[in-house]
């Protein structure tokens, strides 16, 4: 990648790779230096993850997020990006409490956070709110299977569409979502068989989260796969690094170097004149 100049990711060159068979990357990321990394690794996808709430903010569910703070967040992410599509995540209160709001909110990740598209999760009435947005002319990302914002209603955070009928409905819920306009769907925590069906039935790009290999894209919680998260880790995560240990290991050597004296030496200090320190006493 080094020296090559990228072309910025569009939403029809995502749809273009499921045309090519090119797998397609996204992971999540809230912050400016997060976000230049995750760019920089040349991954297509920036989701700007309502799972701050929990990764970030320490927050139980990522109900808890508002608009307030996916801009704030989503906004420093944007700073950074030079190449990737960044994805706002809308949160619960943003569509599923008001539906009347959902455009325009959907329109504040745009103007005011720099995103390129939204990401909304399936709930009772969502296709009338896809529609609207769509229509409004900006581009919806779905978000099927398990949708942790109505986690409660599914019977918590568990595997869904494990028996025919269950899996029918979410291959339902997919195929509505391409109908109403969406660019890509995930499918969060699904059998394989379940994603691959879909996969297979709908035109636009699958992005696969605990949803086995047969996606057109996978996606992760990015904090998950460098071991940044103190948190339970699904099944479906793999840990690539230990960003803790690493970190952990720095915090320590510089606690030791300063109680010991060792720490800033003359390497990381500044000097004065010798002449002009003289004038001191
Ligand atoms: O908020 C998030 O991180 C997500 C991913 C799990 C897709 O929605």
Known sequence: MKGVTQERITVDRIKAKKKSGE???????YDYPLASLVDQ?????????????NVVLGLESTKEVGMAEMIHHA??????????????????EAYQTDTSRAAANAGRFIEEGGCQAVKLEWFDHCLEVVSCVAKAGIPVMGH?????????????YRVQGKDAASARKIID?????????????????????????????????????????NCDGQVLVTP??????????????????????????????????????????EAHSYRMDPDEVKKLY
């Open 173 to 213: 819920h997919a195929r509505a979502l391409e109908e109403q306009g969406c660019f890509c769907v995930v499918l969060e925590c699904v059998p394989s068989q379940v994603a691959e069906a879909i996969t297979k039935r709908l035109s636009i790009p699958t992005i696969g989260i605990g949803a086995g290999r």
């Open 75 to 92: 906004r420093a992410v944007s700073r950074a990006v030079k190449n990737a599509l960044v994805v706002g995540d809308m949160p619960f």
């Open 41 to 53: 690794a040349g991954i297509d996808i920036i989701l700007v993850g309502d799972s701050l709430a």
């Open 23 to 29: 797998k397609i990357t996204m992971l999540t990321a």
């Open 224 to 265: 998950d796969l460098l071991g940044f998260s103190d948190q339970h880790k699904p099944k479906f995560v793999k840990q690539y690094v230990d960003v803790r240990a690493l970190i952990l290991e720095g915090l320590r050597h510089f606690r030791d170097d300063v109680t010991q004296g060792l720490f800033p030496d």
């Open 144 to 156: 099927v299977g398990l949708t942790p914002q109505t986690a409660d209603k599914l019977g918590g």
